[in-house]
Structures are given as C-alpha cells and as structure tokens.
C-alpha cells in the first residue's frame, strides 16, 4: 500500500483517535468551567474521549496550502465587509418606514470541497445581514437569508459578494489543481457567477 493510499484510506475512515478534537474540547471544557484544577482537566479529557468515540467527525480533506498574500487579502476584505455590512443593517434597523424586504438566495459555489465549503459559509454568516439557512455539501449549494432587498439588482448583488468571497478563499488556500478546477468551474458557467 502506497503513502497516498494509506492517507485516501485514513481520510475515509470516520472515527478513531482525534487528538486535535480531543485537545480542543478539553480546552473549551477548561474555559467553561474557569478553573485549572487537576480533577477539571481530568474529566474533561474523559468526557473528550467519550465525545469524539459516541460523535466521530469524518476526516475533511484539505490538499491545499496557505498563501500569504492570500490569506491577508481574504482577511482584509473580510474586515471591510464587516465595518461596511454593520454600519448598513445599523442605518435599516434605526430607519423609519416599513420594515425592510428580505430574501434566501441560493447560490451554486464553484468549489467542490466540504472545507471550502464551510469556511465560505462561516464568513457569509459572519458578516451582518446575511445568515446562512442551509449549506448542501453534495452539491456545493449555499441558501442565504440576505437583508434589505428591495430589487433583482440587490439580489445579483448578494450572489456577487458571495461568489467574491469564494474566490478569495479559493485564492488564500487552494493548491495549484483545486485553482485550476475552481477556474475551469467558473469558466464554464461564465462570469456572471464569479
């Protein structure tokens, strides 16, 4: 068995040790209970283990690396959608007048990964006025609640930020042949989704 088969095999594989899910549920049990006591460390290294033996997380593939100046261009774009999407729904929650039309887009990303997937869905959700309803990962299919629509236009317009940040993820993370098929994706649907 080759060391490519072997990793394929173990990335199928659900359950079995899961050190890093493991560490962060005993991290997150020390937060909670604000005592770092023997007897609290203890439990919550038991309760981790029974945690990831009863729920086991399939393992998510990532084949891609880190791209500096991708990765600071998605965080900087990020931190503007944040400021620019708060002071928006701010300006719609204190307006006067009826209240404003809202909207679930679906949106049919270019990416095929599950890791992708949910990381352009976090940062969707995590901008205000835009809540993702349901991500389906056998299709790449994101349903979004988008505040404040009032034409097509701002629908076009929400599925463009969408797709923005897609390609920004893409461009930060992807490897050479996840970038290659995202464009070939991308171009076979043309511009208008991209």
Known sequence: MTQTESRTRRHLRRG??????????????????????????????LI????????????????????????LKLAAYFVADLVISSVQ??????????????????????????????????LVCLVPGSVVVEARR?????????????????????RASVFAVERRVMHALASKQELAAYAESVAATGSSRA
């Open 16 to 45: 079995g040790f899961q050190p890093r899910a493991i560490i962060a549920i005993v991290v997150v049990w020390m937060l909670m209970w604000g005592d770092l006591s023997w007897a609290n460390l203890i439990n919550g290294v």
């Open 48 to 71: 981790a283990i029974v945690v990831t033996v009863v729920f086991p997380l399939p393992s998510i593939e990532f084949a891609g690396r880190p791209h500096p100046w991708g990765v």
């Open 89 to 122: 729904v701010s300006m719609t929650a204190f307006r006067i007048g009826p209240p404003p039309m809202n909207a679930i887009i679906e949106t049919q990303l270019h990416c095929q990964s599950d890791f992708y997937l949910t990381l352009i869905a976090e």
């Open 138 to 158: 056998t299709s790449s299919v994101l349903y979004i609640h988008v505040l404040n629509v009032k034409s097509d236009a701002d629908l076009e317009r929400a």
